[in-house]
């Protein structure tokens, strides 16, 4: 089923990266979270920075592949793509975040 979405991992991630992006943004906009419920602010933004990581991780190599795609690849043929180690790391954080997320929103009540 994960191979299906492989054609559109590079909107999946700049989608990704721009909701991680407003994420950040609003809990600076929300500051006096801080002072109410400091856990669940710094989880929120923890969570924004890890989704535009992960994001941008998706989307930027997979638009560098479409670049190097026509400009032509490397010279076995094939697209250079980096290792990208920090995918799977990134990954399981998020998944330990997003677990926290559930958890948290339904100790914290920020209204």
């Known amino acids: 089923m ?4 492989a054609p559109y991992q590079g909107w999946i991630g ?10 950040v943004i609003r809990s600076v906009l929300n500051l006096a979270w801080l002072s ?3 856990i669940y602010w710094v989880t929120f933004l923890a969570d924004g920075v ?3 990581s ?5 989307g930027i190599w997979d638009a560098q592949d479409l670049h190097q ?3 032509g690849a490397g ?10 180690p920090k995918q799977g790391v990134l990954g399981l954080v998020a ?5 926290w997320m559930v958890i948290a929103g339904s100790i914290f009540s920020v209204a």
């Open 2 to 5: 994960i191979a299906k979405l």
């Open 14 to 23: 700049a989608v990704s990266a721009l909701w991680g992006v407003w994420m």
């Open 36 to 38: 109410v419920a400091p």
């Open 50 to 52: 890890v989704q535009a």
């Open 54 to 58: 992960l994001g941008l991780l998706l």
């Open 69 to 71: 795609a026509t400009r």
């Open 75 to 84: 010279q076995d043929g094939r697209p250079r793509r980096p290792a990208r």
């Open 95 to 99: 998944i330990g975040i997003g677990a």
